[in-house]
């Protein structure tokens, strides 16, 4: 995983571990160095956060001297599979009860940038000016090959979830036969692609005459901040665009059309964690996360993940009838068809780009965590400074303290719940970080002058359109 998923993960594990029943003194997270590293501090429970490759046998030992103990591993590519790779294996190979994280970046992200064990061939990087020329690891299959008792990865959810909608709409009780709707799946020479996850896709030919089709869709993954892409790609896009097919940009892909220059004055949909890249390096494109996707005619573009479910079903409607869209969201368990101008369900600071970068990574670190806010020194931590010198950062970046922003950002979150959302007002002020409805009604009235119930019933035409959520500074 990208190391600004790390977030997600961290939430994903606070939420897992109060259901597995086992009492806080008897789990043990280690870490060792890098971007996932600092994960023992998030955790209420035991941990150590060791030296560099070092988590592994740290765990061995741990484990061998109190078998009754959960213990958690949290390592890096690097960490995990370059000094610390001959650990990592015997820990697999032992199978002693050690469950074992490993965030995989493709990337030395918190020193220099440098390549990985796992980096792409080609991939450019301080180290690789030229590109690596080595086959990156498979994560997978070293676990896999080392005979480790229970392997799990993620999935290329836009990708799948596109074609799981075609197929489902295509044929009678998911029998897959392209009867009502077709795909093909290509790649740039008919080779299979493997996704940072380690899934590999085999497509079925390589790039087709574009007029055969009503839609080219591009998928993207994790390379998106990759600038060198084949002439070849971006030319096939561009008579593409020339036919009467429409260009479909699913999760990056939208930054593969917008680098072969086929955007133009269109609106664009990206995913909110990628927004920032994406202005970086299209700074006259028009984008924002105020939608789940945007239909500009020829052009349609969508935040990926599950958007790409709702876009799916929003083409097969279109093209086949909202009955064959209903059947795709029966097998699919879906409750109903989210319609594109919802929004994006995050909440975003909008920062200058030169301020101080440990001001950025400190407000992203905020931002990712309105529900339960973090203590300042906590955030301190994270960024590496001491309180009172993120205090003077924050003062000279953005005139205000850290505890004063992160407030200031969780009020603006629960005034566009309040406008965008049926929750209701205790759901927000806990969504939002707040102690009580009470907590959150008081301070509201403090910051906007009125409650959050009369805001409610006013609307939105008191307070603004409520589209897109974010907080400039």
């Known amino acids: 995983m990208k190391s600004l998923a790390d977030y997600a993960i961290l939430a994903g594990v606070q939420r897992v571990m109060p259901e597995l029943g086992i009492p806080r003194e008897k789990i043990v997270f280690i870490s060792g160095i890098g971007c996932s590293s600092r994960f023992p501090y998030y955790m209420n429970t035991y941990g150590i956060h060791s030296i ?33 790779g001959n650990h990592t294996l015997h820990a697999f190979r032992r199978n002693m009860n050690i469950n074992i994280l490993l965030f995989n ?24 000016p030229m590109g690596s020329v080595e086959q990156g690891l498979n994560p997978i299959s070293v676990a896999l090959a080392s005979a480790a008792t229970f392997v799990a990865r993620t999935v290329v959810a836009a990708f799948s979830g596109l074609i799981d909608v075609l197929r489902l709409a295509a044929d009678h009780g998911g029998r897959s036969r ?16 493997r996704s940072s996850c380690g ?24 390379d998106y901040l990759n600038d060198a892409l084949p002439e070849s790609l971006l030319d096939y896009l561009r008579g593409a665009a020339a036919t009467e097919a429409r260009l479909l940009g699913i999760c990056t892909g939208t930054f593969v059309i917008a680098r072969a220059g086929l955007v133009g004055p269109r609106r664009v949909c990206v995913h909110w964690n990628v927004l920032d890249a994406f202005k ?11 939608r789940l996707f945007i239909d500009e005619g020829d052009l349609i573009t969508c ?47 909008e920062l200058r780009p030169y301020l101080d970068i440990r001001v950025q990574q400190a407000a992203h670190f905020i931002e990712q965590r309105l529900d339960n806010p973090p203590p300042i020194a906590a955030v301190a931590r994270y960024v590496g400074v001491s309180p009172r010198q993120l205090e003077r950062l924050f003062g ?22 309040i406008l ?54």
């Open 420 to 473: 965008n959302s049926k929750r209701s007002l205790t759901d927000i002020a806990m969504g939002a970080g707040f102690a009580d409805s009470a907590h959150l009604s008081r301070d509201f009235r403090a910051a906007f002058g009125a409650t959050p119930r009369s805001l409610r019933q006013a609307g939105p035409s008191v307070a603004g359109d409520g589209q897109e959520p974010r907080s400039r500074a």
């Open 105 to 128: 970046n493709r990337i030395y992200g918190l020193t220099k940038g440098q390549y990985s064990p796992t980096s792409l061939p080609g991939h450019r990087t301080k180290s690789t």
């Open 199 to 222: 899934v590999s896709v085999a497509p079925n030919a390589g790039l087709l005459d574009p007029a055969g089709f009503d839609y080219v869709a591009v998928c993207g993954g994790n």
């Open 178 to 193: 392209q009867l009502h709707a077709s795909w093909t799946v290509m790649s740039l020479d008919g080779e299979p692609r």
């Open 396 to 417: 000279a970046s953005l005139g205000q303290s850290p505890a004063a922003f992160q407030r200031k950002l969780r009020l603006e979150y629960a005034r566009w719940l």
């Open 52 to 84: 560099h490759g070092r988590a592994p046998t740290l765990a061995t030992g741990l484990q061998l001297a109190n078998p009754d103990l959960t213990i958690f591993v949290v390592t890096g590519d690097g960490d995990g599979l370059s000094i610390g």
């Open 303 to 349: 935040a990926g993940s599950t958007a790409a479910i709702d876009l799916g079903l929003y083409l097969v409607a279109r093209h086949c009838g909202r009955d064959k869209a209903q059947q795709a969201m029966r097998h699919m368990m879906l409750q109903d068809m989210r319609p594109a101008e919802m929004p994006q369900p995050h909440f975003y600071a």
């Open 280 to 290: 970086a390096r299209f700074p006259k494109v028009s984008a924002g996360v105020e």
